[in-house]
């Protein structure tokens, strides 16, 4: 049984690439997993974000131990106003506890963006790694039915506090001026203020890490919308919403600064806004009005997810760093 609930990070900078590199009780593999986030090879110890801390101190107690540490968050950023309470207690409980204790003893940390390498004590060993997803793109010929019905999403969690926000007006807006369209979000308690009344707004009861995996290949959303406001924790986001929204069957609208520095393009990879509630509302009308748009940039995500997704690259790293010669 595992010792910690699993966590997305795990799967999408680790298993999704290794796990076939796993013992399991009905198959060999070079991997031992200790916990649900802790791997070992020989006296290679991969510790990703957090575990139940006497497993991670029975991991620093080995004198010999080379460890490497994966962590996802900036937990030098923590003074956002925009995180919830709940999530900043979380990892200010981890920034506050074995932490240090970790990078104190790794040989090498990752991270998921240059903002948290740069954030580590000097001297730190860091390599910054894209997250790898496994799935099957769908095909979009759902996206034809967005003349009739269109469904917006954001699958951001709660952690995207400012995004949602931002939305509010936005929404407002859009909601107003176009009949046939709704809106989508997950989570187990409002976030979008009086717009939660809105007919057309849906609220999902937010998934286990599992469950969401599961209900992905059946999402059928048409366009994503992904604002990135200036904030501590948002200049440490990673590639992932971009695989993610890609995964979910549709295109979506991103923050221009962050996106362009992301390799998207406007009206080709993705549709592009700054920063500003009143462009973004007028630009989704727009989309709103020519819908055969969606497809085309559709497309072109999906092109643009293949140079992203590379799983290859995630599994050559750790056989380099982690399991080959492990003894």
């Known amino acids: 049984m595992l010792s910690y609930a699993p966590i997305p990070t795990t799967d999408l900078y680790f298993l999704n690439s290794c796990g076939n590199l796993v013992a399991r ?4 593999g070079p991997v031992r997993r200790l916990g649900a986030n802790v791997f070992r090879v020989g006296k290679r110890f991969l510790i990703i974000r957090r575990d139940h801390e006497a497993l991670v101190r029975s991991v620093l107690a080995e004198p010999d131990a080379e460890i490497i540490y994966l962590i996802d968050d900036n937990l030098e950023a923590l003074h956002d106003s925009s995180l919830p309470d709940a999530y900043r207690s979380r990892l200010e409980g981890l920034r506050g506890g074995i932490y240090k204790d970790i990078l104190a ?5 990752v991270t998921s963006a240059q903002v948290i390498a740069d954030s580590l004590p000097a001297g ?7 997250p790898a997803w496994r799935g099957r793109l769908k095909p979009g010929k759902h996206l034809a039915r967005a003349q009739e019905r269109v469904d917006m999403v954001h699958l951001g969690t709660g952690s995207h506090g400012a995004g949602y926000s931002f939305l509010i ?5 859009v909601l107003a001026a176009v009949p046939h369209s ?3 979000y997950f989570g187990n308690a409002p976030l979008l203020a ?3 009344g809105h007919a057309r707004v849906h609220r999902m009861r937010a998934k286990t890490w599992a469950g969401y995996k599961r209900a992905l290949p059946g999402f059928r959303f ?6 990135l406001v200036d904030t501590p924790f948002n200049a440490a986001r990673s590639v992932n919403k971009i695989l993610e929204y890609t995964l979910a069957g549709c295109p979506a609208m991103y923050s221009a600064q962050w996106a362009e520095a992301r390799g998207l393009s406007d009206s080709k990879t993705a549709f592009l806004a700054p920063d500003d509630a009143g462009a973004w509302a007028e630009r989704l009308k727009e989309i709103l009005a020519a819908p055969a748009v969606l497809q085309s940039v559709y497309e072109g995500a999906c092109a643009h997810y293949d140079t992203l997704n590379d799983l290859a690259a995630q599994r050559q790293f750790w056989q380099d760093t982690f399991i080959r010669d492990g003894r």
């Open 25 to 28: 009780p009905w198959r060999r």
């Open 105 to 109: 003893r790794a040989r090498l940390v």
């Open 124 to 130: 730190t060993q860091a390599h910054v790694m894209n």
């Open 169 to 173: 007006p936005v929404l407002e807006e």
């Open 182 to 184: 709704h809106f989508h």
């Open 194 to 196: 009086t717009l939660d």
């Open 222 to 227: 048409h366009l994503g919308l992904y604002p």
